[in-house]
Every structure is written in C-alpha cells, then in structure tokens.
C-alpha cells in the first residue's frame, strides 16, 4: 500500500453538493473497507447520519450539521420570513436531537439560527446567501483551527517518542489534520519520529476502523491495541505522551471524550505520563460548570454484545450498559490545546482566557 499523507489529511469527509441540494459524507461505518460517499437530501437521512455516526467526531458534526441546515432551509418554498424562521427551528431542534454529548452540533446550529435571527429585515432569499457563506466559513475555519492545534501539539512531542491516542480525532472526525491526532501527521510531515498507539475503542471501534487506517495510510507508525492493553504499554516505558480529542470541555477543564478516555488519563497519571486534551474553542461549553452538566449519550446495548460478532457474545436477557462518552477530571490534564494557545492549570482561568 502506497503511503500518501495528503490523501489522509486532505479527504472531503463533509461537503456541500455543488448544486447545494445535498450534504454528501465519507460513511465512516463502512472503514475501513470501503470508502463510499453518500447523499444526504432530507432530515431524517440527516439526522440518521449523525445518530449511527456515518458521520462523527465532534467537528465533523458540527460541520455536517451547519450544512444540513442549511440544504433543509432551500428547501422551504416561502418567502415569508416568520414561516422561514418558524421551519428553520423546527429542522435545527429536531437535528440537535440526534446526539446530545458533543457541543458543537448545537454550536454550528446556533451559529446558523443566528445567521437567520440577525437578518430579519433581509429577504429569504438574501438569508439563504448568508447561511450558504455561514456553513462554507464554519468549516473553512475548522481546517485553520485543526492545523494550529496541530502546530502546538507538535510542539510538545520529542522526536522518537511514543504517543498513545484513544477513539478517533483525525482527519475524518474534523477537517484536514484533526485534533487530539493532528500533531501526528503533522509529524509525520515535518519529519519527526514517533510511535504511535492506538487503542481500538470499544465497543464501536473507531480506534481500530479509523485511526490506524488513518494513520498507518499516511505512512505514521502505528500499532494497534485493545484498551485493556494501555497499561502495559505504559509501563513498559514505550509512552511519552497521551494525546485525545473532546467532545465538551466543561469551564473547569473537566472533558467528555469518548468512553475509556478517562481510564487513560488514570493510567497516564499513575505512569506519569503527561495527558494532553485537544480541541477547538467551539468544543469548550463555558454554560457547563463542571462535567457534572454534562450529558452522557447512552446507546443501544447490541452495539456491545452483537456489533461487529458474526454471533452475539452474550444471552439476550443480559443487560448492558452502554455510556459513549465519560468525563475526564480535569485534575488528571497536563493541558488542553486550542487553537488559540496551551491552556494549563488552573482551567477556571486558562479556558475563561480564551474568550476575553
Ligand atoms: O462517538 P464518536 O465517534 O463521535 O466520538 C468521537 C470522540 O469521542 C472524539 O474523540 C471527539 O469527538 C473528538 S473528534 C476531533
């Protein structure tokens, strides 16, 4: 297999159709066997595609939602600016209904409303031209975050270092580099040497199915691990660093990420690892105090016991509990990286400055 770190940090994971009528994404259920792009033209499909994760990661969510909106708000048929507004809302309640864990799905759709809200003496059609430039520039802005997270995250790895990295922030889950792995591929480009682990992810395997895909295409050395074997790794001396992504940092540091990551920063700790959140602003839910306000998307128990199993691994009558995402405390955080700076200790002031 040819190595090709462009064809990884480059991919059209979420794009707008160029007639606008449809959202088209990389169906990320089907890596890392097949790379097929879909349509998505109406609401529930859209609200399917986020709720089954054919698209995920908390960037890429918000993207994908800026432009779902958007092609739902063409297909109106009116010119009546309270009925516009009434139906815009309608569309934007009902797809932040679809997860309710990563911030910036109800963040892009915000951004999106207001777009509408501030413009009411315009006519729909103006509106319509305003959303198109809202949506492009949402995710136009995400591929400039995503390469600075990248650069100050770089800026915190040694050459020959091992870097453990949990589910997955890359490429697919934002735009271009990622998040908690951009600095690995950026690595990579600039010539520095490192290790990568990446743990599969349990129970949907996004570490497994899209990280090492990810990064052993760009030519990063990667090896894969199930969760329960990131202790070892540690203690064998083979991690200098843990690096994840987020899904809504609370304004105290502490950070939802995907189930298992508060494990890691555990085992970081007691290794004395240093364990680096990274994310954009628009990730940072200054609303939520802590991760106490946090709410934890549940999903289906099959996702544990028959996805993925030619046969299911358990009696049907066994209950599961099925958490997506935790939190992690932020007194087990080295520092969270934005695209702004290196946030450190003590968070209540760190994160408060970046939106001064
Ligand atoms: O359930 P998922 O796959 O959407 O969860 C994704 C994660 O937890 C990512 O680490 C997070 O969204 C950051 S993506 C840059």
């Known amino acids: 297999m040819e190595h090709d770190i462009k064809a990884v940090t480059h991919i059209d994971n979420v794009k707008l159709s160029e007639d606008r009528s449809a959202v088209i994404i990389i169906d990320q259920t089907l890596l890392p066997n097949e790379v097929k792009y879909i349509s998505l033209t109406n609401d529930k499909e859209m609200w399917d595609a986020i709720n089954l994760l054919q698209v995920r990661g908390a960037p890429a969510i918000g993207i994908c939602a800026g432009y779902c909106i958007y092609v739902l708000a063409r297909q109106f048929d009116t010119e009546d600016y309270d009925e516009f507004l009434r139906r815009f809302r309608e569309e934007k309640d009902y797809l932040n209904s679809s997860r309710p864990t990563a911030v910036n799905l109800s963040w892009a759709l915000g951004r999106m409303e207001k777009v509408v809200t501030d413009n009411k003496g315009k006519s729909v059609q103006e509106i319509l031209t305003l959303l198109e430039e809202e949506c492009l520039a949402i995710h136009q802005e995400d591929i400039a975050m995503c390469r600075a997270i990248s650069e100050y995250g770089l800026s915190l790895i040694h050459d020959g270092d091992g870097i453990l990295t949990h589910c ?6 934002t735009s271009r580099y990622g ?17 990568v682990f990446a743990d599969e992810t349990r129970p949907l395997l996004q570490g497994a199915r899209l990280t090492s895909y990810e990064l052993s295409r760009a030519g990063v050395d990667v090896t894969l691990i199930c969760d329960n074997m990131a202790s070892i790794v540690m203690k064998n001396g083979w991690v200098q660093a843990c690096m994840v ?3 809504r940092v609370a304004a105290n540091g502490d950070a ?12 970081a700790k007691y290794y004395g690892i240093p364990f680096y959140v990274l994310g954009p602003t628009s990730t940072i839910d200054m609303n939520c105090k802590t991760g ?3 709410k934890i998307e549940l999903r289906d128990p099959e996702e544990i016991k028959e996805k993925f199993y030619a046969k299911p691994m358990a009696l049907p009558e066994v209950k ?9 405390d932020h007194s087990l955080i080295t520092a969270i990286i934005t695209e702004k700076g290196i946030c450190r200790p003590p968070y209540t002031e760190s994160l408060a400055a970046l939106f001064k």
């Not at 939802?256 to 555990?266: L, M, R």
């Not at 599961?320 to 992690?328: A, I, K, L, Q």
């Open 168 to 173: 997955n922030a890359g490429p697919l889950a």
């Open 179 to 195: 998040t908690g792995q951009g600095p690995l591929f950026l690595a990579k480009e600039k010539g520095v040497n490192i290790h």
């Open 245 to 247: 992504g987020c899904d």
């Open 256 to 267: 939802a990420n995907k189930i298992g990551t508060s494990g890691v920063a555990i085992l």
């Open 292 to 294: 106490g306000d946090i």
């Open 320 to 328: 599961c509990y099925n958490p997506s995402f935790d939190v992690t």
